[in-house]
């Protein structure tokens, strides 16, 4: 590959020199088909129990990858290939949900390192929920994750309110 073709340049302001023009790695969202979920499991498995943790354990790792062998969810892997020692930035697990009047394409989960380097691969999520004739994307997030997609045309419409049954066991 030539230079151009690995890399891509972003321009930004510093407050010391003003503009500067800075060498931003490619990340790739990667699609990971069913079939390959075994050999790219072990990549994503922290990550994705991590988040599930953090999610009020709705499920296990184990029940993430079986119902995206099982094709009910997608996995994504956020992969960088010219970063040779640590080519691994984060996962997304997306899932299609058909209700009575709206397909919608749902973000179940999504989480990673250095996110300002990634963040704007939600249009090749986008790009995919169009292309299975999706109405509409959503996603149950942190409240951080609003500032950073309302950039990208995302527009808070809920808020989620959870209480646990203290008793159960």
Same mark, same amino acid.
């Given at each position: 590959? !030539? /230079?151009?073709?690995? /890399?891509?340049?972003?321009?930004?302001?510093?407050? *010391?020199?003003? #503009? +500067?023009?800075? $060498?931003?790695?490619? +990340?790739? %969202?990667? /699609?990971?088909?069913?079939?390959?979920?075994?050999?790219?499991? $072990?990549?994503?498995?922290? #990550?994705?129990?991590?988040? %599930?943790?953090? !999610?009020?354990?709705?499920? *296990?790792?184990? =029940?993430? $990858?079986?119902? @995206?062998? #099982?094709?009910?969810?997608? *996995?994504? @892997?956020?992969?960088?290939?010219? =970063?040779?020692?640590?080519?691994?930035?984060?996962?997304?697990?997306?899932? @299609?949900?058909?209700?009575?009047?709206?397909?919608? %394409? =749902?973000?179940?989960?999504?989480?990673?390192?250095?996110?300002?380097?990634?963040?704007?691969? +939600?249009?090749? +999520?986008?790009?995919?929920?169009?292309?299975?004739?999706? #109405? !509409?994307?959503? %996603?149950?997030?942190?409240?951080?994750?609003?500032?950073?997609? !309302?950039?990208?045309? /995302?527009?808070?419409?809920?808020? *989620?309110?959870?209480?646990?049954?203290?008793?159960?066991?």
């Amino acid at each position: 590959k !030539s /230079y151009y073709e690995c /890399y891509r340049f972003s321009r930004y302001n510093n407050k *010391l020199f003003g #503009d +500067i023009w800075r $060498k931003v790695c490619m +990340i790739e %969202l990667v /699609y990971i088909p069913e079939d390959m979920v075994d050999g790219s499991w $072990k990549h994503v498995e922290k #990550d994705v129990a991590d988040a %599930l943790a953090r !999610s009020n354990g709705y499920a *296990l790792a184990s =029940n993430i $990858k079986q119902w @995206i062998k #099982d094709k009910k969810m997608q *996995l994504w @892997i956020l992969w960088d290939n010219d =970063n040779k020692e640590a080519p691994y930035y984060g996962v997304v697990v997306t899932e @299609i949900l058909q209700r009575p009047l709206k397909r919608c %394409l =749902n973000i179940r989960i999504m989480t990673g390192h250095h996110r300002e380097k990634w963040q704007h691969l +939600i249009k090749n +999520i986008e790009k995919f929920a169009w292309d299975n004739k999706c #109405d !509409s994307m959503e %996603l149950i997030a942190r409240p951080g994750w609003q500032k950073v997609l !309302s950039r990208f045309g /995302y527009n808070r419409t809920h808020v *989620l309110l959870e209480k646990n049954n203290k008793e159960k066991k």
